[in-house]
């Protein structure tokens, strides 16, 4: 799976999101702003973004991501 198709899938289950998908295909990390974030811990908005990649990874599309949430608000300061 490759970084742009990463990004895709992120954006379309959280959608009005940015995504910045970064790596080399074996080594990804994934920074998401988003105001969907809002109000939950670091530990929910990860299991909210592995929730929606759960398919491609136990298909094995996808190994390992390193996820990096922010909403609007903390991503501007």
């Known amino acids: ?5 990463i990004k895709t899938l992120i954006e379309t289950f959280l959608t009005e999101s ?11 990390e994934a920074t998401i702003i988003s105001d969907h974030f809002a109000g939950l811990s670091t530990v ?10 759960m398919d ?7 190994h ?4 990096k949430t922010f909403t609007q608000s903390e991503w501007d300061k």
Do not use: F, P
Not at 44 to 53: E, H, I, N, P, T
């Open 1 to 5: 799976m490759n970084n742009h198709e």
């Open 18 to 28: 940015r995504v910045i998908v970064t790596g080399d295909g074996c080594h990804v």
């Open 44 to 53: 929910k908005r990860q299991q909210l973004v592995y929730a929606g990649l």
């Open 56 to 62: 491609s990874i136990r298909q094995g599309a996808l």
């Open 64 to 67: 390992a991501i390193s996820l």
